[in-house]
C-alpha cells in the first residue's frame, strides 16, 4: 500500500471507530512488509545466482585462455592461442616503435 491508502483508512477515526481501524492499518503494514521482505529474498537469490553464474563463467574463461580444459586438443589450442598472442604483441611493438 501506499501512504495515501493509509491516510485513507484513517481519516474519519472517530473514539468508536478507532480500534477496529487501528487493526485494520496493522494489518496492512503486516501484509506490506511480508511482501517487501518476500521481494527481498527472491532479489537476493536471484542476485546470488546471477553472481554464481558469472563465477562459473570466469572460471570457464580462464581455463579456455590458459589452455587447461582438460581436452587432449588443449594443447593444440593453447599453442595457437600463444602464436597468436606473440603475433599481437610484435604487431604492437612494431606500431608503438613507429
Known amino acids: 500500500m501506499k501512504y495515501e491508502d493509509y491516510e ?10 478507532a480500534l477496529e481501524t487501528l487493526t485494520k492499518v496493522i494489518a496492512k ?12 529474498l527472491k532479489m537476493a537469490e536471484e542476485l546470488e545466482a546471477q553472481n554464481k553464474k558469472y563465477q562459473d563463467l570466469q572460471v570457464d574463461y580462464i581455463h579456455k585462455f590458459i589452455g587447461a580444459t582438460g581436452k587432449d586438443e588443449a594443447g593444440e589450442e593453447h599453442d595457437d592461442t600463444a602464436a597468436k598472442l606473440e603475433e599481437m604483441t610484435k604487431i604492437i611493438a612494431e606500431n608503438m616503435n613507429s
Open 29 to 40: 503494514v503486516k501484509e506490506d512488509s511480508m511482501e517487501a521482505e518476500a521481494e527481498k
Open 8 to 17: 485513507k483508512l484513517v481519516e474519519n477515526v472517530t473514539s468508536e471507530t
